[in-house]
């Protein structure tokens, strides 16, 4: 069962960087959409960054543009996801989760919201002021 597990949370202050970490079981991500997601406290979950990684074409939220970074390892068996967070603002503050999808796939790029895919536990990043 495919169940992505999150790491790399934690605390900062505004304008400072943290590194989010995804790991799949298997290495069968050679052609999938693997994605970023955040639920802040009283609102919906939304999409952050999203990866296809049979091209490595990325997508990203409009909010997070030029300040995160979705990645896999070169040296690795695609089964895992980074995500790269600069210039941190107190509105990043969320859980942030991984997601899976292969059917989020659509001419080249993975959209959210992976609706049909699988889910980790999320992990917490809070930026303060």
């Known amino acids: 069962q495919v169940q992505p597990v999150e790491s790399g949370g934690g605390s900062v202050q505004a304008g400072g960087s943290l590194r989010l970490s995804c790991l799949l079981r298997?290495?069968?991500?050679?052609?999938?959409?693997l994605g970023w997601f955040r639920q802040a406290p009283g609102k919906e979950r939304e999409g952050v960054a999203t990866?296809?990684?049979?091209?490595?074409?990325?997508?990203?939220a409009s909010s997070v543009l030029g300040r995160f970074t979705i990645s896999q390892p070169r040296d690795n068996h695609r089964n895992e996801v980074l995500l790269q967070m600069n210039s941190l603002k107190p509105e990043d503050t969320a859980t942030y989760y991984c997601?899976?999808?292969?059917?989020?796939?659509?001419?080249?790029?993975?959209?959210?919201?992976?609706?049909?895919?699988?889910w980790g536990q999320g992990t917490q990043v809070t930026v303060s002021s």
């Open positions: 997601a899976i999808d292969r059917g989020a796939y659509s001419a080249g790029y993975c959209y959210p919201p992976f609706d049909s895919g699988y």
């Open positions: 298997g290495n069968d991500y050679a052609s999938t959409c």
């Open positions: 990866i296809y990684t049979g091209e490595g074409t990325t997508w990203y």
